[in-house]
């Protein structure tokens, strides 16, 4: 990075952190990271129903919508960790397989690039990692 890229960046961090003072004092020590371990992966019946049955009864059922949401997620890069791993969680539990959810994120390459689609399949690989860990 050059250093005109630098202050560029530094800048717009800095006015980022007195918007969040203005608007919200306790969003300046707001940290996404680790977020996404604070909201549990949803059971498969209520994700088809919140996410298949409400909103689109005779459209995509819930594995289709959240492969379709970690498509968008993987485009928009790592500002979306976060949704991303939850994403991939609910994926697998509402039936993605592995290979369907990277083949998703593969498909973005093409969309995102190459780096978003890198990141999205490190992020991917963490959450399968997870999965084994507790056993699922």
Do not use: C
């Not at 680790?34 to 088809?48: A, C, N, Q, V, Y």
């Not at 009864?57 to 960790?81: F, M, N, P, S, Y």
């Not at 290979?99 to 998703?104: D, L, P, S, V």
Request: glycine fraction near 6%.
């Amino acid at each position: 990075m050059t250093e005109a890229w630098t202050r560029i960046m530094q800048t717009m961090l800095e006015q980022s952190q007195q918007m969040a003072r203005a608007f919200n004092p306790a969003l300046e020590t707001f940290r996404v990271k680790g977020f996404e371990d604070m909201i549990p992966t949803l059971s498969k019946d209520f994700m088809e129903m919140a996410f298949g049955r409400t909103f689109n009864r005779e459209g995509l059922d819930a594995k289709t919508r959240l492969l379709v949401t970690i498509a968008a997620l993987t485009v928009l890069g790592a500002q979306a960790e976060p949704q991303l791993k939850l994403s991939i969680r609910h994926a697998l539990e509402a039936g993605a397989t592995r290979r369907e959810i990277a083949e998703t994120i593969y498909q973005m390459s093409m969309f995102g690039g190459l780096p978003a689609m890198q990141r999205a399949l490190e992020i991917a690989q963490e959450v399968f990692g997870q999965n084994e860990e507790k056993g699922a």
